[in-house]
């Protein structure tokens, strides 16, 4: 499933799950097998960041809690983006580094999820 994390830019039409908040991204991450990830950072006051999503796979990435995901920031704040982009290319290396661990559970009737922000 491809998760894009943003509170004001609508979901693509190739994407399944929608994300407004750090904690919304944070528990699709832990419930679904997300096969890719867009970022967006700054998800309005209280929301957190999208950069708190990256460290976060980075972490169950370095500990092998999350399976391998490719990713991009469409985020427009370019020191958060950096900041993203350097958390999960740490992931992609602990990802390389225990490749043959993980098996991707595609599924072809992919639910398209939205959450709306609390």
Request: proline share 3%.
């Amino acid at each position: 499933m491809k998760l894009w994390l943003d509170d004001l830019r609508p979901i693509p039409n190739d994407y399944d799950i929608w994300c407004r908040t750090a904690a919304q991204a944070i528990w699709a991450l832990e419930n679904y097998i997300i096969t890719h990830i867009s970022f967006d950072n700054d998800l309005g006051t209280g929301f957190g960041e999208g950069y708190q999503v990256a460290n976060y796979i980075e972490e169950k990435a370095h500990s092998g809690d999350l399976v391998p995901m490719t990713w991009n920031v469409h985020s427009a704040n370019p020191v958060r983006r950096e900041s993203i982009r350097k958390a999960m290319e740490n992931a992609d290396k602990f990802w390389e580094l225990s490749r043959g661990r993980y098996e991707r559970d595609e599924r072809s009737n992919a639910q398209r999820l939205w959450f709306a922000k609390k």
